[in-house]
Nanobody, 124 residues
């Protein structure tokens, strides 16, 4: 069973930095794309904010491009989100999610495996 656990959230002042971690287990890590999502109070879940593809490519939305960096270490089954220049509007619960893109994966696969989330709060 695919398991994902986020950690590293907390309270930070505007302009500061945090590094989130996503630990995976129960699957072949290098066969999966990993993305980061977030949900702010009273808003729909936003994302993916960024994606780390199994082939090493990365993708960023305009809202986080230049500030956030996604990276992965397949040997350790870990994905990271380095967040710099944080703003109050970044306050949200952050989630990692996985999509199976390995050989034999369904062409209809999506980000359907989710972690429990970690809270990021950015003060003014």
């Amino acid at each position: 069973e695919v398991q994902l656990v986020e950690s590293g959230g907390g309270l930070v002042q505007a302009g500061g930095s945090l590094k989130l971690s996503c630990a995976g287990s129960g699957f072949v890590f290098h066969d999966y794309d990993i993305g980061w999502f977030r949900q702010a109070p009273g808003k729909e879940r936003e994302g993916p904010l960024c994606v780390s593809n199994s082939d090493g490519r990365t993708y960023y939305t305009d809202s986080v491009k230049g500030r956030f960096t996604i990276s992965r270490d397949n040997a350790k089954n870990m994905v990271y989100l380095q967040m710099n220049d944080l703003k109050p509007e970044d306050t949200a619960v952050y989630y990692c999610a996985a999509e199976d893109v390995g050989d034999g994966a369904s062409i209809t696969s999506s980000f359907d495996s989710w972690g429990q989330g970690t809270q990021v709060t950015v003060s003014s």
